[in-house]
Nanobody, 129 residues
Framework: QLKVVESGGGLVQPGGSLRLSCTVS????????IGWFHQAPGKAREGVSC????????YYVDSVKGRFTISRDNAKNTVFLQMDNLNFDDTGVYYC??????????????????????WGQGTQVTVSS
């Protein structure tokens, strides 16, 4: 059973940066596509960024393009989400999800479908002045 654990959330001022980490255990990260999902207060969870198992393909929702960067280090079983120029709308819980690549035709679909098999418990990001 794959275990997914997020870390790196916290309180940051508008314009600030955070780097989230998603570490998996129980299997090798190299077999999985990974996605980051954001749930703002009172809103549905939304796919923010997804990355293929080989890092060849990435997807970003329009609202974070140019501000967020997803990357992975398979040797460390960890995926990162670098979040820069944060704004109030970025507040919420960020979840990491892992899934086998064959379950989604594209990484964009992984993000938009939101039906990945393995999920972490989430990490809170609060953007406040």
């Amino acid at each position: 059973q794959l275990k997914v654990v997020e870390s790196g959330g916290g309180l940051v001022q508008p314009g600030g940066s955070l780097r989230l980490s998603c570490t998996v255990s129980g299997d090798s990260l190299e077999y999985y596509a990974i996605g980051w999902f954001h749930q703002a207060p009172g809103k549905a969870r939304e796919g923010v960024s997804c990355i293929s198992s080989t890092s060849r393909f990435t997807y970003y929702v329009d609202s974070v393009k140019g501000r967020f960067t997803i990357s992975r280090d398979n040797a460390k079983n960890t995926v990162f989400l670098q979040m820069d120029n944060l704004n109030f709308d970025d507040t919420g819980v960020y979840y990491c999800a892992a899934d086998l690549p064959y379950r989604h035709t594209t990484v964009q679909n992984m993000c938009t479908e939101g039906r990945s098999e393995y999920w972490g418990q989430g990490t809170q990001v609060t953007v406040s002045s």
